[in-house]
């Protein structure tokens, strides 16, 4: 019943812009945090940012700042990733997540950078 589900990715060319959506249904998401992170091949999955329940404070992982934004809609249970001045090594599979009480996680969308 919990499901979230993500969009938005595909293939860009380096110094392009994407925005990535996570749909969430079945739990009451204006009560989590939510989170971007992303798992390029062969690599750990990292943190990409975070954004609190009521969307007033975010958070980017170094790579990151100052060229992606997250932000929230509560009102239609969404979380966006906007993704400027892309990188080749951007490109991984980007996941979101919620968290609360109990964790969920998307099944991830996958984002290449390349010319």
């Known amino acids: 019943q919990v499901q979230l589900v993500e969009s938005g990715g595909g293939l860009v060319q380096p110094g392009g812009s994407l925005r990535l959506s996570c749909a969430a249904s079945?739990?009451?998401?204006?009560?989590?945090?939510m989170s971007w992170y992303r798992q390029a091949p062969g690599k750990e999955r990292e943190l990409v940012a975070t954004?609190?329940?009521?969307?007033?404070?975010?958070n980017y992982a170094d790579p990151v700042k100052g060229r992606f934004t997250i932000s929230r809609d509560n009102a239609k249970n969404t979380v966006y990733l906007q993704m400027n001045s892309l990188k080749p090594e951007d490109t991984a599979v980007y996941y979101c997540?919620?968290?609360?009480?109990?964790?969920?996680w998307g099944q991830g969308t996958q984002v290449t950078v390349s010319s």
């Open positions: 079945g739990f009451t998401f204006r009560r989590y945090a």
């Open positions: 997540k919620a968290s609360y009480a109990v964790d969920y």
């Open positions: 954004i609190t329940s009521a969307g007033g404070r975010t």
